[in-house]
């Protein structure tokens, strides 16, 4: 299962851990993933999909629909087909 947000792209990064006497290791951050499932009213269905906590918030925000074509326009492919039934 890949840490990778459906909506955003977000993945993980690389950077260190730095101590009190400044050695550095190396460390993973990965971002504040959730799995939810939505309801699309306009194409009536439900989807289940991996997102993170601002993809969420921006849900909130405007709604799933026109988040969806936002993402669209912006020209990241989401994978969920917003033509109506």
Request: proline share 5%; charged share 30%; hydrophobic share 30%.
């Amino acid at each position: 299962m890949s840490r990778i947000c459906e909506l955003t792209g977000k993945r993980p990064i690389t950077g260190n851990n730095v101590s009190h006497s400044n050695r550095r290791t190396k460390r993973r951050f990965l971002p504040n993933l959730h799995k939810k499932r939505f309801f699309i009213p306009e194409t009536d269905e439900w989807v289940t999909l991996k997102v993170c906590s601002t993809a969420l918030r921006s849900i909130d925000k405007h709604g799933i629909y026109e988040y969806l074509k936002l993402q669209k326009r912006r020209g990241f492919d989401t994978g969920i087909n917003l033509d109506p039934k």
